[in-house]
């Protein structure tokens, strides 16, 4: 079977039967579509089957369901839009999402999340707020590095080492708008509770003593978005750059002590009737001020093809680049490559690439919401994986 009829057949075995008065055929171009389940059950949400295989945690899958939340009056005015026209509705924002969910791979790790998403006064005052607890089993990546001396050979090769984290973590954030400008402001707090050990006794005897048996990291932070796009699930136009500094600091109930600036930056350049360029970089810069911290704290380099925590450092930058073909409104294909490097200060700037690429598509699932699901396909030097993606795949 095409794997495009296997995700939308799963797609459409998880939704509620008791929606059997819900038209799921757009009026419009008469093909497959939830917006109206989404808009017009009490209940409605997209059902979201989640197929995992990142190289860092295995195969798995689970679900996450994705609630819109409107008045009456939005309802209506986003019907009349989509009743207009094939991109119509797609781009009002709903004033209120949540989301829900819960994964699993066959490495033992799992995760199971919530986060709510609300706007008031058009969209002048935005919180966002989310939580969940899990178990991450994942390869951390060391560099060992030795000059040599008289017989004995230089050494410089990176090994994997095996770690357990249990965690439980709560992230808010607060944003306003300037004036009547894309541009919101605001502050962010994160907090989370962990223990961490290896897979070698010996080293995580040693990550206890150094770590300790439990961990609370507590930071607090500013935020800057600046927001062009003509839709936040699926943009066809427009940019967004995002940027926060978070404090984790001791007089914040926070065992660790760092500093982390993040930078994101997305671009998406129509350039013909069918084909659209997207853009998308990141910037991060680490400063450690404890002598021990957890192996997960540092950033890392996310691209799709390339293992989650494999290439990390105190400084990160990647690149991305992505072409999309629309063939029709609803069905869209795409190749993308990118490029990343971690570089480490305590080894004297020492840095690492990576370079990966790959092919996707994407299903307009709810033309009312502008709303798309699909796959991509992505491969690096080191390894290939499998991504099921709701939005662009950035």
Avoid: C
Avoid at 173 to 186: A, D, E, K
Avoid at 363 to 389: C, K, P, T
């Amino acid at each position: 079977m095409d794997i495009k009829l296997i995700a939308l057949s799963a797609l459409l075995d998880t939704l509620p039967t008791y929606a059997a008065d819900i038209s799921f055929t757009d009026p419009v171009d008469h093909q497959f579509d939830i917006g109206e389940h989404l808009a017009e059950n009490a209940v409605g949400f997209l059902p979201i089957p989640v197929i995992i295989t990142e190289p860092a945690i295995g195969y798995g899958g689970g679900m996450v369901g994705l609630f819109l939340h409107e008045t009456e009056e939005e309802k209506e005015q986003r019907k009349q839009a989509a009743l207009a026209a094939i991109d119509g509705g797609a781009q009002l924002v709903p004033s209120a999402m949540t989301l829900f969910g819960a994964v699993g791979t066959e490495n033992g790790t799992w995760f199971a999340f919530g986060a709510h998403r609300r706007s008031w006064n058009k969209d002048a005052i935005r919180y966002v707020g989310g939580g969940g607890l899990g178990v991450a089993n994942l390869d951390v990546y060391k560099n060992l590095s030795f000059p040599g001396f008289g017989p004995i050979a230089p050494i410089d090769k990176t090994i994997a080492i095996g770690t357990k984290t249990k965690v439980a973590v709560l992230m808010q954030q607060l944003q306003f708008r300037v004036g009547t400008t894309p541009l919101m402001l605001g502050v962010k707090q994160l907090a989370s509770i962990s223990t961490v050990e290896a897979e070698n006794e010996s080293l995580s005897t040693a990550m206890k003593y150094t770590l300790g048996e439990e961990a609370i990291t507590s930071g607090l932070g500013v935020v800057a978005e600046y927001d062009t796009r003509d839709n936040m699930f699926y943009p066809s136009r427009g940019f967004i750059l995002s940027a926060d500094y978070m404090i984790y600091d001791e007089s914040l109930g926070s065992d660790y002590e760092y500093r982390h600036f993040n930078f994101d930056g997305e671009g998406y350049i129509p350039l013909a009737d069918k084909w659209t360029l997207g853009l998308a970089g990141n910037y991060q810069h680490f400063e450690q001020e404890s002598t021990f911290i957890s192996p997960t704290s540092k950033p890392y380099v996310a691209l799709r093809g390339v293992s989650s925590y494999r290439y990390q450092g105190d400084e990160i930058k990647t690149l991305q680049s992505q072409i999309t073909y629309a063939i029709s409104h609803r069905w869209k294909v795409s190749g993308f490559y990118g490029v990343g490097r971690a570089i480490q200060a305590d080894q004297s700037e020492k840095s690492e690439s990576v370079q990966a690429g790959g092919v996707g598509f994407r299903y307009q699932i709810a033309r009312r919401y502008g709303l798309h699901i699909g796959m991509d396909y992505a491969r690096s030097s080191e390894e290939s994986a499998v991504y099921f993606n709701v939005g662009s795949g950035f």
